[in-house]
């Protein structure tokens, strides 16, 4: 059955992409308007209450990225599918972006591939968004001593590796017209967090299964409600120091969420264009995890010392509280601070790539600049001030 499978997607894929020689257009000019290229069912002049002609399936809409891929969608009026795995309300919030009867909630389990395939359906484009950066569990009784145990729900194996792998295979067998993967810039098979090892993992079994698929490789996210610039906030607000491992020298390029959501936009408006690509989405600037926290505390005014902690202690500690139901610190992420968190490339050298069906494509390929930390970071990150934003404002307000 596999054999099969491998053989039959490895016919598609020829297939596939011997028609995009005929039917792509050149990469040069692939962002701008469709003037005169109308797609089946599309109408009105764009925007919220017009009709793009496209269905997207969303896996992991719930999730931090989701929101602002839903507000993209539903401002440019996309239909979306969201998948969820309990109770719908829960989900509520991501229909208002859409315009009404423009959204779809349906129940499934990630183990369960009838009920993935009754959240595809017909949907022409379906994205992957699922991800954690800790091993969901709780701790279960036990026979034994100590008598308590701990059981993982889904591993780093399975959320990154095993539940795409699936995805891929069911829209191979359904006939989904695009696959949209969210991996990360971390990604790679020698990386020392084992997220970063399944991300890469991920990817392969896609392109395994799935060869035509866009892969997005973000670097670190932030934005409201982000696990990352308020991750500092909270060690300063909570514990009154912000503890960095080896004193926070290694690097990162955080980009802002809501372009990695324009960018998806992008590929479900016209994924023909994208078979096959990788799309690295970075912000304009790197910054070191110190000079992060020291940002974070000026917007906040706490000025809360940043302690160099050194590795082995921090993933001593991480041991112990990755057991938290919401951990701040955990050891695969300790693993992660330690190595740069960049994009695949130093910028200049997307530049240089030479052969065009083969390079990897930035947002600003797609005409999308990223947004700077220092735009936006103020209008989520000030609710972190003692007494909130307005208490130095005296009188009538």
């Given amino acids: 059955m596999t054999i099969a499978m491998t053989m039959f997607a490895a016919t598609q894929a020829t297939a596939r992409q011997n028609l995009l020689v005929c039917g792509r257009r050149s990469l040069s000019n692939f962002y701008s308007p469709k003037l005169t290229e109308r797609r089946v069912g599309e109408a009105g002049s764009g925007g919220h209450s017009s009709e793009a002609g496209v269905k997207v ?3 992991g809409a719930s999730g931090f990225l989701g929101n602002y891929v839903c507000g993209e969608l539903g401002a440019n009026g ?3 599918y969201l998948a969820n795995r309990g109770d719908d309300m829960e989900m509520r919030h991501l ?3 859409f315009d009404l009867g423009r959204t779809r909630f349906q129940f499934y389990s990630p183990r369960d591939r009838d009920s993935i395939k009754e959240v595809i359906q017909d949907a022409d484009v379906v994205v992957n968004m699922i991800g954690k ?3 969901s569990g709780q701790p279960i009784q036990t026979a034994k001593f100590p008598y308590v145990g701990y059981r993982t729900n889904y591993s780093f194996a399975d959320a990154n590796v095993e539940i795409p792998r699936t995805l891929a295979e069911i829209c191979l067998e359904m006939q989904v017209d695009h696959f949209v993967h969210v991996s990360s810039a971390s990604a790679s098979p020698d990386a020392r967090s084992e997220w970063s090892r399944t991300k890469y993992a991920g990817e392969q079994a896609i392109k395994e299964v799935y060869p035509w698929a866009t892969i997005i490789r973000p670097t670190q996210f932030f934005g409201k409600q ?3 610039l308020h991750w500092f906030a909270r060690m300063a607000k909570w514990y009154r120091i912000v503890p ?3 004193g926070g020298k ?24 994208f078979e096959g690509r990788q799309i690295d989405c970075f912000g304009p600037a790197e910054f070191s995890y ?3 926290a020291d940002f974070v505390n000026d917007i906040t005014e706490r000025n809360r010392p940043v302690f160099n902690l050194p590795y082995d202690y921090y993933a001593a500690i991480a041991k112990v509280l990755q057991y938290q139901r919401d951990p701040l610190i955990t050891p695969d992420l300790v693993e992660i601070w330690s190595e740069d968190f960049l994009p695949s490339m130093p910028p200049e050298e997307y530049k240089l790539q030479k052969y065009e069906q083969t390079k990897i494509l930035t947002m600003q390929d797609l005409g999308i600049e990223p947004t700077p930390i220092e735009k936006i970071a103020f209008e989520f990150m000030q609710i972190y001030r003692a007494g909130g934003h307005f208490a130095r404002v005296q009188g009538y307000h």
């Fill in 57 to 59: 399936a969303l896996f």
């Fill in 78 to 80: 996309f239909m979306a």
């Fill in 95 to 97: 229909k208002i972006p």
């Fill in 133 to 135: 950066y800790y091993e």
């Fill in 226 to 228: 982000d696990r990352f």
């Fill in 244 to 246: 960095l491992v080896d």
């Fill in 250 to 273: 290694t690097l990162t390029q955080p980009v802002w969420a809501g372009d990695v959501a324009k960018t998806i936009l992008k590929v479900c408006d016209n994924p023909s264009i």
């Fill in 290 to 292: 110190s000079e992060l």
